[in-house]
Nanobody, 128 residues
């Protein structure tokens, strides 16, 4: 059974860091782009970052997280990470990872349409 499981969320003070993990089971992550998304209370879900398949040569970040967040993948561990530094209260949200519905070699997008398999989410709260 195809499954994505996020972990690493929690409560952190402004300026702090967290590393989110997205572990896949039931399939191999290697051929697929993976995206991170978030949904804050009362807001629509938005794309945060994505990484292309295999070596992850393409990485994309939404403007609000550029320079603070870093996406990476470890195909041997079948896991994608989102390192989040300099966290701000406006980063508070449930964070989701998702897998593209089919391979898009060398490409990824933070638009939600191509992503068909989603994890259950992990809560990130940035507050003093």
């Amino acid at each position: 059974q195809l499954q994505l499981v996020e972990s690493g969320g929690g409560l952190v003070q402004p300026g702090g860091s967290l590393r989110l993990s997205c572990a896949a089971s039931g399939f191999t992550l290697d051929p697929y782009a993976i995206g991170w998304f978030r949904q804050a209370p009362g807001k629509d879900r938005e794309g945060v970052s994505c990484i292309s398949d295999r070596g992850g040569t393409m990485k994309t970040y939404v403007d609000s997280v550029k320079g603070r967040f870093t996406i990476s993948r470890d195909n041997a561990k079948n896991t994608v990470y989102l390192q989040m530094n300099e966290l701000k209260p406006e980063d508070t949200a449930v964070y989701y990872c998702a897998r593209a519905g089919r391979p898009y070699p060398g490409s990824c997008t933070v638009a939600q349409g191509p992503y068909k398999s989603w994890g259950q989410g992990t809560q990130v709260t940035v507050s003093s």
